[in-house]
């Protein structure tokens, strides 16, 4: 359907169209976003913005239409062009037409002043109005030139402004209408509405009006549709919005020298995103641009704080050590990267304010300090979907590890080390509590063999788990399919729900939960989560002695 055909429906709708001045296709978007029936590309605001020039005729018809052309691409709204005199004779009115058409414009304006026109409230300046045969004129080759059935000729008189009084208006008004226009603009810049509402009263019923309340801003869109007007046209209130905005804000700028001074005052940049439609682009990437056919998030939990880290924490979260030149969580995005995932969620916490690493989508765990890493995990609830790989913050790994584990054809699966008994006696000095795993069926004495293709189900997970019973501990990366992720919603949502206040596993509070508890409810109601066995190739960092192991043992 052209825009033009929207345009009319509403005007055969009973109310009043209100419609705003927009100068390029950001703003013609805001417009349409906060609720307004149509767009009037401003002549005024499109001479200031494009060329900051002013409203006198210098911008041509290819530069007006190109500009309204973006706005139409942009908006599903219809756009009411301000054509000035119409950029010549009737000759040339025919070819603004159809130019304004074809750029999806569904309605044209043509006022009456003589070209050059000069912006109806400079103030010294003398106006002329052309003759009524020759605006007549123009109207008729417009409304003879329309190609699209729908397309609106609103005819524009001065008569007020050049204070050729409202007898003279009346007149004109009725020449237009019988030359077959559409609807009449009858500009004022009166600074009140009695003038205006007097030539509206003596012509009402006879065509649609249209008024532009700048100079008499205090009439209301209810008052303007009881005097008889169909359109209001705000013309130029959001450029006048945007130039105070930017100004003041550059103010500050200048004044303190930095971003973050003015960061109250400006929109955030997902703001922007948003407005300019990135969210569908990302859709349409994992459409039409994703490497494998799938895409994969993965949600890194690093929101934690561990006083036994302290003072190698005492600035910066744990994920942020360094380990010879590059932090946990650096070295984490490199062999993700390798694998080709790029899509990287991480939940901060302590001292969140010190992870800024760019092309990661960052989620805030404020409560970080009195709640679980299954908590911090649902902090990114959103991005739980599609094919997902959670991680703990405080692990680096192997690149074959990940690997191995991208192939794994389960819905749940989990990486255990299987080199668990050689940490046993190093465990024990340490009263460390790893997370202990617990096979189907037990793997073979020569532990140092681990078959790639080899699957082997979880039965039990935790750090309560008796010794005697582990085969392995989860290194704390594992891997959903979408349906995996989705039981671990579900199950997540339900546990919530039904079972807040009693205990969840080896944790007092669902808050307080770890993963493994999560997995072991799903094991428990008869999911499977299969082990992908490692015999070692990764290391965490959960006291002094794993930071100067992981020094010791990692390569530059
Ligand atoms: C414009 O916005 O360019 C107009 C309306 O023509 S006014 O500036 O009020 O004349
Ligand atoms: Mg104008």
Redesign the pocket.
Known sequence: MHNASKLKALFQHPGIIKAV?AHDALSAKLIENAGFDAV?A??????ATLKCIP?ASFITLSEQVGVERNMAEAITIPIIA?C?TGYGNALNVMRTVNDHERAGIAAI?I?DNVFPKR???YAGVRRELVSIDEHCGKIRAAKAAQEVQDFIVIA?TEAL?AGWGKEEALKRIHAYADAGADAILI?S?AQTFDELRDVAQACKGRIPLVA?P?TYGNVTAQELEEAGFKVV?F??QALRSAIRSMRETLRHLMDKGMPHAVKDEIVTLDEVYELVGVSKMKADENRFLSPDGERITTIIAAAGFEKSLLPLIQEKPKCLLDIKGKSILERQVGTLNECNIKEIVLIRGYKKETIIIPNIRYYDNDRYEETGDLFSFFCAENELKGRCLLLYGDIIFDTSLLQKLLKSPADMSLIVDLAWHDHRAHLRNLQLRPDLVQLGSPPGKSYRYVDPGEGNRIVKIGRDLPHEDAHGEFIGLAMFSEQGINAFKAVYKDVNQNARSKGFHESGLLEHASLTDLIQELIDRGHDVQCVPTYKGWMEVDSFEDYQKAWADTQG
């Open positions: 001045g009037w401003s002549g005024f605001g499109i001479s409203d301000d000035d304006c006022e912006c109806s409230f524009r402004i500009h810049k532009v700048t046209i013309a130029n």
